[in-house]
C-alpha cells in the first residue's frame, strides 16, 4: 500500500520544524460555521490553541473533540462540573472575553495561509521561505560580467559564498579528512582564501596580471578584500569590466591548475598559467564584447585601448 500524498507532505512539514521552519504556524483555520474545527484542539482562534491557552478549562471538559459550533451555543453545558473561582474563574473571564468578537457564517470553516496577501496556500511561497531559510544569504549583490562565458561568472559567485569544493570545505562535509593542507605549497590548509589569494603561486600569478594591467600590486588576502579594493580603483567603466572578467578567468586558471596537479597524469606548468589567462580572456572578450582588440595591443597595453 502506498502513502497517501498528503500523509508525506505532512511528515516533510514535521521533519522542517525539527530544523526550525514550523510551516504549520503559517497555516490557520478560518471560521465559517463552526461544524469542522475542533473548539480546543484546533487552532482557530489565536497562534495556540485553546487547549493549552486555557488548561484549567480544558481540564473540565468532557467531550475534547467538540465542535467551535456546538461549544458556542453554551460554552459550560459540557463541563463535568461548575467553574469554581480562582485560576479556573480568571480563565473563563479572559475566554469569554476573546469569544465575544466571533460570529459565525454560513459557510464553511477553511485552511488559510499567512504567507502571501490573499491567504491561499501555494507551494510557491513555500519554496521561497525554504530558500529563506537554507539558502547562504550575501552582503553585496550578485556579480555578473558578459564578457566571459556563464561558467566563468558561475565559478565566481560560488568564491564569493566559499562554496567550492576545497579540501576546507569537503572536510567540513566529513567527505574527506587527510591531508588538508594545499597541494600546491603545502603550507596551509587548502581554503578558498588561501588557494586563491594567499598561495605563492596565486600571488605570483595575481603580481602578473596587476603588472600587465599596471594596476599596482594591492595585497588583498580574501574575496572581500579584492572586492574593496576592486571597488577603488579608477579605470573607465568598459576597461574596468574587462578586468573584473579577467580576474574571474585567473581564478578559473588557477582552479584548472590545482584540479590538473592533483588528477591529471602529466603535471601541469606554472609558466604556462599566465598565458592561459591572457589567451582565454582575449578569445571570450573579443567573441562575447561590443568591442575588438588585435593580439599585439592586448598584452600590451589592454587599459589603454580606446573602446
Not at 497555516?27 to 465559517?32: E, V
Not at 569544493?165 to 588561501?194: K, Q, W, Y
Not at 568591442?291 to 598584452?299: A, P, Q, V
Request: aromatic share 14%; with cysteine; glycine share 4%.
Amino acid at each position: 500500500m502506498y502513502p497517501s500524498i498528503w500523509k508525506s507532505i505532512l511528515k516533510e512539514f514535521y521533519a522542517l520544524k525539527v530544523q526550525g521552519i514550523d510551516i504549520f504556524s503559517h497555516c490557520k483555520i478560518m471560521i465559517g460555521n463552526g461544524l469542522c474545527t475542533r473548539f480546543w484542539i484546533d487552532r482557530w482562534l489565536d497562534n495556540t490553541s485553546l487547549a493549552d491557552s486555557f488548561p484549567r478549562l480544558f481540564a473540565l471538559e468532557t467531550d475534547i473533540d467538540i465542535s467551535v459550533a456546538a461549544k458556542l451555543q453554551s460554552i459550560v453545558a459540557s463541563f463535568r462540573r461548575s467553574v469554581r473561582g480562582g485560576v479556573e474563574d480568571h480563565q473563563f473571564q479572559q475566554l469569554v472575553s476573546m469569544l465575544d468578537s466571533v460570529i459565525l457564517s454560513s459557510t464553511n470553516d477553511r485552511w488559510i495561509c499567512d504567507l502571501n496577501g490573499d491567504t491561499i496556500f501555494r507551494v510557491k511561497d513555500i519554496r521561497n521561505l525554504l530558500d529563506e531559510f537554507f539558502l547562504p544569504k550575501v552582503n553585496v549583490p550578485t556579480r555578473w560580467v558578459n564578457v566571459v562565458p556563464i561558467k566563468i561568472n558561475i565559478f565566481a559567485w560560488k568564491l564569493a559564498l566559499d562554496r567550492l569544493p576545497t579540501r576546507a570545505n569537503l572536510a567540513l562535509r566529513g567527505v574527506v579528512s587527510d591531508p588538508l593542507s594545499c597541494p600546491i605549497c603545502e603550507s596551509h590548509v587548502e581554503d578558498s582564501s588561501h588557494l586563491f589569494f594567499n598561495c605563492s603561486l596565486a600571488k605570483d600569478v595575481k603580481s602578473l596580471v596587476c603588472r600587465w594591467w599596471n594596476v599596482g600590486v594591492p595585497n588583498f588576502t580574501s574575496y572581500v578584500e579584492w572586492l574593496v579594493w576592486f571597488n577603488t580603483i579608477r579605470l573607465g567603466s568598459k576597461p574596468k569590466i574587462i578586468l573584473e572578467g579577467i580576474f574571474y578567468v585567473t581564478w578559473w586558471s588557477l582552479w584548472t591548475y590545482r584540479n590538473q596537479y592533483l588528477f591529471a597524469s602529466k603535471k601541469p606548468r606554472k609558466d604556462a598559467i599566465f598565458d592561459d589567462i591572457a589567451l582565454r580572456s582575449f578569445c571570450w572578450c573579443n567573441a562575447r564584447g561590443s568591442f575588438k582588440f588585435k593580439w599585439d595591443s592586448w598584452l600590451q597595453h589592454p587599459f589603454l585601448i580606446s573602446l
